[in-house]
């Protein structure tokens, strides 16, 4: 379940990923198997090629795409959420949810 966002924010990350954009959606977050975690990004893109590339791209393993239509992503939690973040230039999100 996602916490921390306007329907808009989810409305443009929505439409982006759509576009075949690579889109980043960062919210508070909670699952069991990882207590220590508080939030995820999800980085979207309808485009499955380019979304393979930017894992690998990233050091990421992209069999972790969660390939769900129309919405597919990878879901970056931990200390590579933030170290992706301030690559993609989106120090925003890092204050904002204080990664």
């Known amino acids: 379940m996602a916490f ?3 329907k808009q924010e989810l409305k443009e990350w929505k439409t982006a990923v759509s576009r075949g954009e690579i889109a ?3 919210h508070y977050w909670y699952d069991s198997r990882f207590p ?3 939030t995820v990004t999800k980085v979207g893109c ?3 090629v380019r979304l393979r590339q930017w894992c690998m791209e990233h050091d990421l393993d992209p069999i972790y795409i969660h390939n769900r239509m129309p919405y597919p ?3 970056l ?3 590579k959420q933030a170290e992706i973040l301030r690559k993609a230039s ?3 999100h890092v204050r904002r949810f204080n990664l």
């Open 4 to 6: 921390g966002i306007s």
């Open 24 to 26: 980043y959606l960062t």
């Open 46 to 48: 309808s485009d499955l």
């Open 90 to 92: 989106l120090d925003s």
């Open 73 to 75: 992503h990878f879901d």
């Open 77 to 79: 939690i931990g200390p």
């Open 36 to 38: 220590e975690y508080k």
